[in-house]
Structures are given as structure tokens and as C-alpha cells.
């Protein structure tokens, strides 16, 4: 299979994916199968990090010193958006950010959380596709990693949706157009850094500096909410099998 083929079924089987599986767990109220799911994520993101995309931009680059400095100028920049609501992960219906402002068919949560979850998924989608272009290996743990986050975060956003006033239909519709943002994103880097190789290793660091900023800024916050010794021992469990599962999947791709 190409690697433009590949890029465009992990975008578009990932993001429709994630999109239903939240729905399921939202419209079924499992809200401990998603704090579940939120720590497992935590894992893939990390795992995919630190075991396969830094060593392969420090390889690909041969400066270590400028992937370091872009992961750092990375995390800064993911937090001045967040700051912004341009970029915002939300894992569950309280959050301060996301608060409804009204409450009429269509708040102004929803809406806001809708424009910055498609410019999130269409960064998803020019991350996978540069993973792909490096080694289909990386692309295949990226894209693990992307969707394993994706899901309790479309949880949190179709909640969100419904508490602004949308149905379940338009509240899944909506998520799964904003979805395809990941396939365009991930074609049109595909077509632009076919040119432009030089710049991959760059776009891999902001990779890893955005999964990095997610797992540790966003969802790792959430965890400490739950303080009990069970939940704290579910955590480091489910943790550690995020990051084997990223290494699992490493092995038997890369055999």
C-alpha cells in the first residue's frame, strides 16, 4: 500500500473511529470506562514520544540541541493557544473554558469548541502524514497514539455539544465533519512535503512537543482529581499499558 494510502485510511478510519467511539461512551454515560481510557491515553502519547518519534527526528535531524529547542518552543506555542481556546482538550463536561455562556440551541461553547477541535484534528492529520513520509512504522504508532487521545477528548466535546443545546444526531454529525479535517490535513501535507523533506524532522519535534503538552497539561491534571489508593493504582496500570501497547505495536511493525 502507498504511503499516500496510508495516510488517508489512519486519518480517515482514526478520526471517524474516535468520533463514534466517544459518541458510544457519552450516549452510554460510562464515565468510568473514559477516566479509564484517559490514562491509557496518557501512555500511547508518551510511549509514542519518547520510544519512537524523538529518536527518529534526533536521527533524521542530527541536531539534538535544535529538536530540543523546538520541543520547547512547541509546548510554549500549544500553551499560548490553549490561553487563546483556539486549541482546547476538555475531557469532561465541567470545564471552566468550555462553561456554556447561554443556553439557546446553539451556545457559544459549542461552537467555539467545534473551530478549535477541527484546527486540532487538521494539526492530527499533518502530523500523521509527516510520521508516514518518515517510516510507515512511525506512522502507524503515531496514528495509534493520536486516536487512542482523540477519543476521550471527543467524549468531553460531545458533551459539551449537547449541554449547548445540539441533539445527539447534530452533536455526532458535527464531530465527524470536523473529523475530516484530520484527512485534509493529512493530503495536503502529504503533497507539500513531498518538496520539502528538510522540514520533517522539525514537524515531527512539534509532534512530540504536542503530544507531550497533552498528556502532561491537559490529562494529567484530571488524574489527580481522583486521589483514592484503587484509582491511583488503576491509573499507573492502565499508564503502563498505554506505553506497552506503543511498544508492542513498535516490535511486531518493525519485525
Known sequence: MSVLLWIVAASFVGGALSV????????????????GLVSYAIGALLGAVFLDILPEAMHLSGNFAAVSATILVGIMVFFTLEKLLIWRHCHHDHCEAHEPHEHNAHGRSGSMIMVGDTFHNFVDGVIIAAAFLTDIHLGLVTALAIIAHEIPQEVGDFMILLHSGYSKTQALLLNLVSS???????????????????????????????????????????????????????QVVLIALGVSSIFLVSLAVGA
Open 180 to 234: 475530516l479535517a484530520t484527512l485534509l490535513g493529512g493530503v495536503l501535507a502529504y503533497y507539500a512535503l513531498q518538496t520539502m523533506q528538510h522540514i520533517v524532522p522539525t514537524l515531527l519535534a512539534l509532534a512530540a512537543a504536542s503530544m507531550i503538552y497533552v498528556a502532561v497539561a491537559d490529562l494529567i491534571p484530571g488524574l489527580h482529581k481522583r486521589t483514592q489508593l484503587r484509582d491511583t493504582v488503576e
Open 20 to 35: 463514534l467511539c466517544a459518541a458510544l461512551f457519552a450516549l452510554n454515560a460510562r464515565a468510568h470506562w473514559v477516566n
